[in-house]
């Protein structure tokens, strides 16, 4: 399966919704102002680029996955908002065509973390700002993720490489002044069994994972995120935190 149709299934605007206390914090960081030239690299369902049109910055959504951005599309008529598909690994933009570049748990998905990287900063002007977040390791999730891939290495986890502090200096520090800052998600659920629900009917790469497992695999990574959950449990529901990173960056 590629990249485009895993997140095409699911129902990804649930988890966009989730995210919205990121997507506040990472636009209210980057401080959209009036006019500017504004990058949402993997916009997805288009929260950054709506919201950062909304502050008055001329924006441009590109995403590898159409049927998000015809989602984004819709969701933000009537903002003059421009949609393009495209890789991360190969903007379809010229050289420092923007002031800003934003990705929200985007651009760590682009396999070639390398190429990914060099596009953000070979758009971005000098002195243009940069703004994106990273998941951290989180081993917990590892081991639901691990039970469902039955022995597939790293299947359908999300990468977190980019959350790993040194290796972002290494891939963005020449070309950016960096500041990095810790960050947790929180996310709520009723019980571990609408945790999993949740977990296996909304979010895409989970979904494309469960998809066309044997039911002795679709078991065990249940039975792991449900355990996930039971140690979560607080007052009667189960709290989730999600460690991440929000890298702001200055274009030398
Ligand atoms: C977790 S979603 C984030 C969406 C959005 N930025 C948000 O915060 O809601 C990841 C997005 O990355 C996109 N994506 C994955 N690989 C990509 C690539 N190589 N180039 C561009 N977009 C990519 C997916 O299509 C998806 O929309």
Redesign the pocket.
């Known amino acids: 399966m590629n990249?485009?149709s895993?997140?095409a299934g699911g129902k990804?605007e649930l988890?966009?919704e989730r995210?919205t206390p990121?997507?506040e914090q990472l636009v209210a960081r980057l401080e959209p102002r009036v006019g500017e030239r504004w990058l949402?690299?993997?916009?997805?369902?288009?929260?950054?680029a709506i919201r950062a049109a909304r502050a008055g910055a001329e924006v441009v959504g590109?995403?590898?996955?159409p049927e998000?951005l015809e989602r984004a599309r819709a969701s933000a008529h009537p903002l003059p908002i421009r949609w393009d598909e495209?890789?991360?690994?190969e903007l379809p933009y010229e050289d420092a065509a923007f002031d800003v570049v934003a990705?929200?748990?985007?651009?760590i998905?682009?396999?070639d973390d390398e190429a990914?990287g060099r596009e953000l900063a070979r758009v971005c002007r000098p002195g243009g700002r940069l703004g994106l977040?990273a998941w951290r390791a989180s081993s917990e999730l590892d081991a639901v993720y691990e039970a469902a891939a039955g022995g597939r290495e790293g299947a359908g986890r999300?990468p977190v490489h980019w959350g790993d502090d040194a290796h972002v200096h290494r891939l963005l520090g020449d070309a950016f002044e960096l500041e990095l800052e810790p960050g947790v998600w929180r996310l709520s659920f009723d019980s571990p069994e609408h945790m999993w629900d949740w977990w296996s009917t909304v979010v895409?790469p989970f979904v494309a994972l469960l998809e066309g497992l044997t039911s002795e695999l679709r078991e065990a990574a249940r039975e792991q995120l449900v355990a996930l959950a039971e140690r979560r449990r607080t007052n009667g529901r189960v709290e989730l935190t999600r460690d991440y990173v929000l890298v702001l960056g200055r274009r030398r």
Do not use: K, N
């Open positions: 990249g485009t895993v997140w990804y988890v966009g995210l990121i997507h949402d690299v993997a916009t997805g369902t288009g929260a950054i590109v995403d590898i996955a998000l495209g890789d991360a690994e990705s929200c748990f985007g651009v998905f682009a396999p990914a977040t999300d895409p």
